[in-house]
């Protein structure tokens, strides 16, 4: 599915979740467990816990400029940052896809797939740390990672990475305005602050958001009371904050166990109680970025949807409730800007410019 790119969230008026519960009776007072809702009381419910998407997630250790957001749009999408020079950061999070590739693992370096799904790079730098199990602090310490990641983008080491950006002429000019005032900018530690910077940019305001500024008809009434069904079970215990998730490490498996063999963020802190412990992640764009989980064994959202409230709440919902949840996260989707997914002209190879290694 791909929604429109209108930027507008207008849509016919409706009457608000309320008059519906009156009006189809029973079946819409199940699916909205507190009964009747007034999109009034169910926006303040909301505002409290999810607070207003910022329009940039910003840092005061990277200062966005224009002129950085460019570069690191630029070499986000330049494949001779790999070894093969045929992987890029695009290629397992396309823009165009919200964020992802699509598949349960990705494949990196001739092929080879990690064990963990490619979360969305859309609203992650709003989470409290990156990867699933919160091993980077930031999208500036995370966006060295992939590059000389040996099943990723495989580059053999650092010095490596500064040899190929230094060797490409077109980059020193942009690499000088995107960091004014350095007297050797092109490094691959300033090439993952402008992807960084990048990053910060990609913050993404849905109908939900146009719901909680006011606006009843931004969400559907199978939306609303998928809303107050997601308040009511107490999704938003973890999946919290503006980002709707991605502020939070939590047991997979809270109530009712689930199996995994990934030790999640025991990995990071060595400690047992962090075994099977993930980043919550931000429930943004969910709808988009399928399949779900760390291990993207989960291929419905549906499923994901009751699995959740299963292993982490002990709930079991019904069809219809499950149905509004899934109706309620689909308005977290958010129309896709063309300063986001527009493919940009990457600077020409020089004559030394190393070429691609295939071992
Ligand atoms: C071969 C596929 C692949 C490539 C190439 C790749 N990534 Fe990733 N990315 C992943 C996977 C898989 C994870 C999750 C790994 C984990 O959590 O252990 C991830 C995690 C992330 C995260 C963390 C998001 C979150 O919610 O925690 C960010 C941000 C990110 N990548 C950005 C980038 C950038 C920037 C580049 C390019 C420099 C890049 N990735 C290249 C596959 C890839
Ligand atoms: C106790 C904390 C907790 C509660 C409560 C919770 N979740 Fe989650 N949620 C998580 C964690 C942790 C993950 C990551 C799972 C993994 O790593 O495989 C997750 C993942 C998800 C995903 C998959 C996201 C993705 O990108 O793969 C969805 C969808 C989701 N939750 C929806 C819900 C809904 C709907 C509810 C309420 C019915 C809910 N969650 C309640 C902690 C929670």
């Given at each position: ?25 029973l ?101 409290v ?7 980077a ?23 490596d ?51 909680l ?18 308040l ?23 109530v ?77 989707t ?26």
């Open positions: 599915m791909r929604i429109q790119r209108t930027g507008t969230f207008a849509r016919p008026r409706r009457a608000v979740v309320g008059a519906l519960a009156l009006g189809a009776g079946a819409a007072a199940a699916a909205a467990p507190s009964g009747g809702q007034d999109a009034g009381v169910l926006r303040a419910r909301a505002k409290a816990l999810f607070g207003t998407l910022p329009a940039l997630a910003e840092s005061p250790a990277n200062p966005s400029s224009e002129a950085r957001v460019e570069l690191g749009r630029v070499l986000y999408h330049d494949p001779r940052l790999s070894r093969s020079q045929e992987i890029s950061c695009n290629s397992c999070h396309g823009l165009d896809r919200y964020g992802v590739d699509g598949e349960p693992t990705s494949a990196g370096h001739k092929g080879q797939r990690g064990e963990r799904n490619a979360p969305t790079v859309y609203n992650a730098a709003l989470h740390a990156q990867f699933w199990d919160g091993r602090k930031d999208v500036e310490e995370q966006a060295k990672g992939p590059v000389t990641n040996p099943v990723e983008m495989a580059m053999p080491s650092a010095p990475v500064d040899r190929i950006l230094r060797s490409i002429p077109g980059y020193a000019p942009l690499f000088r305005a995107a960091f004014p005032g350095e007297p050797d900018p092109v490094s691959f530690g300033r090439a993952a602050l402008a992807i960084a910077a990048f990053e910060r940019t990609l913050v993404t305001p849905a109908p939900f958001d146009a719901f500024a006011g606006d009843d008809a931004a969400l559907s009434e199978p939306q609303q009371r998928g809303l107050a069904t997601f009511e079970v107490g999704c938003p215990t973890c999946h919290v904050g503006p980002a709707v998730g991605g502020a939070m490490f939590q047991k997979l498996g809270l009712h166990p689930y199996a995994t063999a990934d030790p999640g963020r025991f990995a990071v802190t060595r400690s047992e109680a962090d075994r099977g412990v993930f980043k919550v992640p931000s429930l943004r764009n969910v709808a988009q970025t399928g399949p779900w989980f760390h291990d993207g064994r989960i291929a419905t959202l549906d499923d994901a949807v009751r699995k959740m409230a299963w292993h982490q709440l002990g709930r079991e919902l019904t069809a219809a409730q499950t149905r509004d949840v899934v109706a309620f996260l689909e308005s977290l958010a129309p896709l800007r063309p300063e986001w997914t527009r493919k940009p002209a990457l600077p020409e190879r020089g004559p030394d410019t190393p070429g691609p290694r295939l071992d």
